[in-house]
């Protein structure tokens, strides 16, 4: 059975995809911070080991991973923090750039002597950069440059035989969106978003994104002229 290696194992997305694809009988390898939400995510099934490190802390990634051999990778640890009004806060884009960019990237240079022939990494990214919303400074900016990243490392790694997936989910109910005060169109449950992304990772697709409705429509807004796009934007922004 494949051993599939989860970050943002022990809460919301993370900790769905890990259960299921235990319980399909797959040796999953949990990663998260909190060592209590990771041994509450062991006790679920015997297939799945767990590992607590920051995944901002580059070492720490090494030492964690050096004795993996996933056939899978699934990058979905990530946070999520605003600029309010307008006021750059660089510590908090620091944080929001050091966790959903760096952190993955830490994990793959960890991993990538590791990957053979045949494996997968997918990177959980979010349709959040493909607007410019307001407040989204940093965690919009920080999705565009992971993605990139994926979608460059997919074509420097495709002469290895390792495929490279992007997710993009829309609004997934989950601790990250429990805090926001904001209307989410669209949203959708943890076991929407796992069957999602476990359907589109057995199809071997390069791009998942879900839900389908919210996603087409935030593809025709993409689309529009940059006047039209800011003119509904602007409605957002908090005075
Ligand atoms: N929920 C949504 O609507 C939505 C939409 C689009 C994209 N996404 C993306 O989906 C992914 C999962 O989000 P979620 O909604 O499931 O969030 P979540 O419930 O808040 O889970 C986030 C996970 O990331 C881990 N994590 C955060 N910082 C870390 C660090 N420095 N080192 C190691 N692990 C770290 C957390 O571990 P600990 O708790 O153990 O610290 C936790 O397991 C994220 O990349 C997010 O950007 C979510």
């Known amino acids: ?8 194992a022990s809460s919301g ?14 040796k999953v390898i949990a990663c998260g911070r909190d060592p209590e939400r990771l041994e509450t995510l062991r006790q679920h099934s015997p297939h799945i080991s767990v590992r607590s490190f920051d995944m901002t802390d580059r ?6 991973l050096q004795d993996c051999q996933p056939g899978l990778v699934i990058l979905c640890a990530g946070t999520c923090e605003y600029l309010d009004k307008g006021v ?10 050091a966790t959903n960019v760096l952190g993955p990237v830490n994990c ?20 959040a950069h493909w607007l410019h ?13 992971l993605t990139w990243f994926a979608n460059t490392l997919r074509l420097d790694w495709e002469p290895k035989g390792i495929a490279v997936t992007v997710v993009s989910p829309g609004f997934v109910d989950t601790p990250l969106t429990r805090k926001n005060d904001f209307p989410m169109p669209g949203q959708v449950s943890v076991v929407h978003a796992v069957r999602a992304i476990r359907q ?6 390069n791009h998942i994104a879900f839900p389908r409705g ?17 003119m509904l934007l602007r409605r957002m922004v908090r005075s």
């Open 59 to 64: 070492d720490a990634c090494r030492l964690a």
């Open 88 to 97: 750059i806060d660089a510590e908090l884009v620091e944080r929001v750039m």
């Open 1 to 8: 059975m494949m051993t599939v290696l989860i970050t943002g």
């Open 214 to 230: 919210f996603s087409v429509m935030m593809r025709l807004l993409a689309g529009m002229p940059g006047g039209v796009q800011r």
């Open 200 to 205: 589109g990772v057995a199809k071997g697709k």
């Open 108 to 127: 793959l240079a960890a991993l990538q002597s590791q990957l053979v022939s045949g494996s997968r990494v997918v990177l959980v990214s979010s349709m």
């Open 133 to 145: 919303f307001p407040r989204a400074e940093a965690y919009g900016a920080s999705k565009a440059a």
């Open 13 to 26: 997305i993370g900790a769905g995809l890990a259960k299921a694809w235990a319980d399909d009988g797959c």
